[in-house]
């Protein structure tokens, strides 16, 4: 049985070549089709970016977002969402998109930065990399202190961007600062010593690419997120989560004290990010049983 699969409220350039696309690869014995109309297609794949409507009875939802899936839209859900809501539900998080799984050739689409046309084209970033740790081979002197890229005025990330500058004046970049950076990361954080990267709002289980990106970045992320990060096989010692603190006050004393100390920075900066080597066998699972399910027969 050949597919046909239609995907809607999507961002540009989805399912061709990106992750989602090499998910639905490995999930799926069988051949596939894209097709454009909802009422062609089998299965429809739908995100939150869009309000074109698809029958929930064939409808799979991927949410990038950090809000809980709509089950009343699909069948069944990709979301940050930890919870399986019966079966309907896979957690599936952002960061997985910036990871060289095996084989994963992704293609050199831009990643959109802003509401605005400025792209940037961002490597993945290995998971051995990560799993390893670093090595510290630059004089911290050479650096800049801390920088911020965002788009949208999120109050958690202006209220800590404040609260840095109080300290020292964080660079800001982006949308948000009317300073847009069109390049990859990678060639303006490596220039500082921190990157600050807190999540947009704080929900069980929402972990974007964006500690990852700083780290992988040679930076320290400044992050504020869940505070049980080990859970989801990240290392806690990796970064500095505001969220480990009692007060402003001590994470203030903490970021002088590693921003003044070549040895607590260090200890830091050298420590792995990934505390187990991820897995996609539990989404794969999950794809091909939603899949054979909404079409009647195994896939």
């Not at 949410?63 to 919870?83: G, N, T, V």
């Not at 709002?201 to 780290?215: H, M, V």
Request: contains cysteine; negative net charge; charged residues 20%.
């Amino acid at each position: 049985m050949k597919l046909r699969f239609c995907c809607i409220n999507f961002w540009e350039n989805a399912f061709d070549g990106d992750f989602y696309e090499y998910l639905l690869c490995r999930s799926l014995n069988c051949r596939f089709d894209w097709v454009d109309s909802v009422d062609d297609a089998h299965v429809v794949f739908t995100s939150v970016f869009g309000s074109q409507y698809s029958d929930p009875r064939k409808t799979i939802l991927i949410s990038a977002e950090h809000q809980s899936p709509q089950l009343f839209r699909c069948s069944y859900s990709l979301s940050f969402d930890i919870d399986d809501w019966l079966g309907q539900n896979c957690y599936c998080p952002y960061w997985y998109n910036r990871l060289e799984w095996p084989d994963f050739n992704k293609k050199s689409h831009p990643i959109k930065l802003s509401s605005h046309s400025h792209t940037s084209y961002e490597p993945q970033i290995s998971i051995d990399d990560l799993l390893s740790g670093r090595i510290l081979n630059f004089d911290l002197a050479d650096k800049q202190f801390c920088a911020l890229v965002a788009a949208n005025p999120d109050p958690l990330r202006i209220n800590l961007f404040n609260l840095l500058s109080m300290y020292k004046q964080v660079a800001g970049y982006g949308n948000l600062f009317n300073n847009p950076w069109p390049h990859p990361k990678h060639l303006l954080l490596n220039k500082f010593r921190f990157c600050l990267c807190p999540e947009n709002c704080l929900s069980p289980g929402y972990i974007t690419e964006k500690i990852f990106d700083a780290w992988s970045c040679s930076t320290i992320p400044i992050y504020y997120g869940p505070s049980n990060l080990h859970s989801f096989g990240i290392n806690p010692n990796a970064i500095i989560n505001y969220h480990d603190f009692d007060s402003a006050l001590d994470f203030m004393n903490f970021i002088r004290h590693v921003d003044s100390s070549a040895i607590t920075y260090k200890s830091i900066y050298e420590e792995p990010l990934l505390l187990s080597r991820p897995s996609l066998e539990k989404l794969i699972m999950f794809v091909n049983k939603s899949i054979s399910s909404i079409v009647g027969t195994s896939v």
